[in-house]
């Protein structure tokens, strides 16, 4: 099993292009997550998906979207990419809620110019 | 959003010594995690607490679940080399939202 996997690794993008980030999981969760990561701070929430078919904002939404294409993909779209959303962005994924462990993504580096 | 405080910032310890670090929050959890993440890679879960005073052990990490809710601790005891890295604690609400500290980093001397 690969686990959590995020493509790309790095991305460097100019003020203004946008970009989609991928994220699949071959454990057969249900729940799949979004978290950016800056400097200094914890991960912030973006978006989650508690099962196919459903998405519901997190702790800081603004200028993202998402979508759970099917159980096992769920994709982070940046429209119009701003400097603030250079962050490490993380996808993790579980079987469901309640006393079920996180898995996480090696992370996307991104960087806007 | 909810803020959890996590502290302290960073510790340098003597390889051997225990590690001490706690979160505290404004608001109630349901659940209490601590994650540890390596450079370059995604948080890997440590322990999680799901009752108010319940106290969890996983090799020599310890962690508890405080009885107000709003806080837990992480002891780990000996410390080795490989404990290096970024400690964080995360609470869960009902609604599948999670909030992360801000990381305590620890660097271990040999």
């Known amino acids: 099993n690969a686990g959590v996997t995020q493509t790309p690794k790095f991305q460097v993008l100019k003020t203004g292009q946008s970009m989609t980030l991928q994220c699949a999981q071959d454990?057969?969760?249900?729940?799949m997550y979004w978290y950016r990561q800056d400097p200094g701070m914890g991960l912030r929430l973006i978006y989650y998906s508690a099962s196919e078919g459903t998405t519901d904002k997190g702790e800081v939404p603004n200028g993202y979207n998402v979508s759970r294409l099917n159980k096992r993909e769920f994709s982070l779209r940046l429209e119009s990419a701003a400097p603030s959303q250079t962050s490490v962005y993380f996808c993790?994924?579980?079987?469901?809620?309640?006393?079920?462990?996180?898995?996480f993504g090696p992370g996307t580096r991104l960087t806007v110019l | 959003g909810q803020q959890l405080n996590q502290s302290p910032q960073s510790m340098f310890i003597q390889e051997g010594e225990d590690v001490s670090m706690n979160c505290t929050s404004s608001?109630?959890?349901?659940?209490w995690l601590w994650y540890k993440q390596d450079p370059g890679e995604g948080p890997v879960l440590l322990i999680a607490l799901y009752k108010a005073g319940e106290l969890t052990s996983n090799g020599r990490l310890t962690a508890q679940f405080g009885i107000t809710r709003k806080d837990s601790f992480l002891n780990i005891s000996a410390s080795i080399p490989s404990d290096v890295g970024i400690y964080f604690c995360?609470?869960?609400?009902?609604?599948?939202?999670?909030?992360f500290g801000t990381g305590t980093s620890l660097t271990v001397i040999p």
């Open positions: 995360a609470g869960e609400n009902t609604g599948n939202q999670f909030y």
């Open positions: 993790a994924s579980r079987f469901g809620t309640d006393y079920n462990e996180q898995f």
């Open positions: 454990m057969n969760h249900n729940s």
């Open positions: 608001s109630i959890f349901n659940t």
